[in-house]
């Protein structure tokens, strides 16, 4: 076993274990249970930071050309952004919807072939690094607008039922999470057209065409247009509250489509097949 | 008359909606899913066997233009809607929004002052000039120069600080509708064509995609030398083309293209996208006759028969760069003397020894194999492209500053009040209103240490 793949275990196990603690931290009423979560995901992320570079390292190329790879940058996109936003708001309880989730897409990926593939000369390219990070930061924003927007789902039920369980207590107010929601907003839209500016640089350098509607490309624009619709929605028609938080929900839908389905089951550029030149 | 004016005065509404905006958003998020699914711009004997479509599905998919959405009619006219939209939308609320920032209120009276959600009162002491001088020196430090007007004994202060930021929307708008016309530009004036040239020769026209006709050129392109190298597995690693581009038979540029680094000339670009054999090989053998150790070294072609010294022929049938890792690889059969393929073997150039193993009359060794390629350049001429990236930087420029950038604005007044000195403070932002909120307060705060001090 080499280096990174003994390193992304180690990783994998810590998110476990944070996850555990973040769960329990759900029912429990010790603050020091949510705190050892916090700290396990931290040291975690700074596993994983070894991971990918170990990698990068091993490899010469940014280890984000296999399925392995990209789930294990995405979860570690996923816990990097949740942890600027938890010194942002303090929110922990957010970590119970996001470290599973990072933790999900680790297992799929340690599931997945981990040998370096041999890759397809496009991809030998500066916006190779720039455009995948772009675009998973996006993700990443956005997974974490979602997790705000099922949090509000959930603390606006328990107002409206009035049962009030202590999950209520550790979650943030209905106006923080909503702020949340635009925050997000702000951040992952700019990310995600700088991702898709930055594809388009890419591939008018490598093909000589910066838009072949390659099923990514639409996809990536599919999300585009809806998170642009809520941007229009929020700051101009008035949404908020349920209406952004199921809309940031739906956004994410598509966006986990974007990544999974359409490397998966649609054939195109963004294949992993694709990158191996197979 | 006033029937029409109506009509218009609705249809003008009608594409300055927001709603209109995000109607035409989710539409285009929707349709464009279409594409994805059904594959675009396959031959319609393909969509049939592929989909499993009958005749008639395939008629009613096409007259609908499913089969090139992004081109239909219906698409680019819901994207041309999207842009009309767009600009109604600036018209009608540009003019408002460089009102407010060319002339900005600059006497807060008190009516303005109860719509602020940001204000302080401070009563002082000392005289409205010094007030006055106090706070315009504390407020042209903390925030920005401000404008005094003096008026019936009262004095009032405005400043404002990223006012421009209230054009970051328009120009976000504006990046969509120069994308566009960058793309516009592109599909009316630029082309997309391919070329493959044999090492050693040079083309002086290219191939449009989809079309019959070839596209001349006024210059002619060479290929000198074509490169590749392969990984261990044997897919290719890199490809590179060392190009030259002539005029009249001069050479006037050289370049080594390889794939991400393309050739620009003249408006035209050159792109490394695929390569291929060009001929048959050229196989070099060294045959060692194992009874008598005799040694000799035969050169041919694919499928020739290379004669042996006794009779027998030497017949190389096809090779591969890296053969099963162990690198470049024949395949031969011997001839005998009958005229006959004996049984194919693969021979190494790697290693020498290994077709000693096989016994036989002969040990081969593969001593090389001379292939020329054709190198596959795909060719495009986008005048639009410069647009397009125009149009990208001030995209993500303009929504920069239309998120993280806010117009903050503060007005004060000062009057003199029958026991010292009244001010008033105020102030607004047009982003992010909790983090101008907390600044006001640092402000205000500022101001009433510096007016006891």
Redesign the interface.
Known sequence: MTVNVLLFKITLLTYFAATIFYLIGVISRKDSVRLAAIWLLSGGFVLHCSTLAARWFASGITPVASLYESLSFFAWALVGIYLIFYLRYRTIMLGAFITPLALVLMIIGSAAPKQTPALNPMLDSWWFPVHVTLAFLGHAVFAIAAAAGIMYLLQERMLKSKKFSGLFYRLPSLDTLDSMNYKCLTFGFPLMTMGIISGAIWANSAWGGYWRWDPKETWALISWFLYAALLHGRLTVGWRGRRAAIFAIIGFAFLLFTFFGVNLFLSGEHSFRNFTGQ | MSKAQSFTDRLWDFFCS??L??VT??L???T??I???I??NLAPQEYMQKYGMSQSTYKTLDALQFFDM?HSYWFLSLMGLFAVNLICCSIKRLPRIIKTVRNPVLVADDGLFRTFSNKEEIVTKGSVESVRDKLVARLGKKFASPVVTEQDGKVYLFAQKGAFSRFGVYVTHSSILIIFLG?MIGNVWGF?AYVNIVEGKAVNQVWARGGQQPIPLDFAVRCDNFEVTF???G?????SSDLVVLENGREVLKKTI?????LSYKGL?F?Q?SYGPAGDPVYQFRVRNRATGETADVMGQQGRHLPLPGGAALIPMGYAESYQNFGPAAQVSLDSGDHKHGTPFIVFQNYPQFDEKRGGEFAVTLLGVQQSYYTGL???K?PG?WV??LG?LL??LG??SA??LSHRRIWVSIQPLEKGIGVKLGGAAHRNQ?GFTLYFDELTKDFDDALSS
Do not use: H
């Open positions: 927001l709603k905006a995000i958003l989710i285009l998020a929707l464009s899913v594409g994805t699914v594959e675009q992004y793309a997309k990984y261990e597995g897919r290719p690693k890199e490809f390889e794939v991400n680094d393309p670009t792109y996208s795909q060719v495009a986008d492209v397009v990236w990208c995209m993500v929504s920069c998120f993280f909790p």
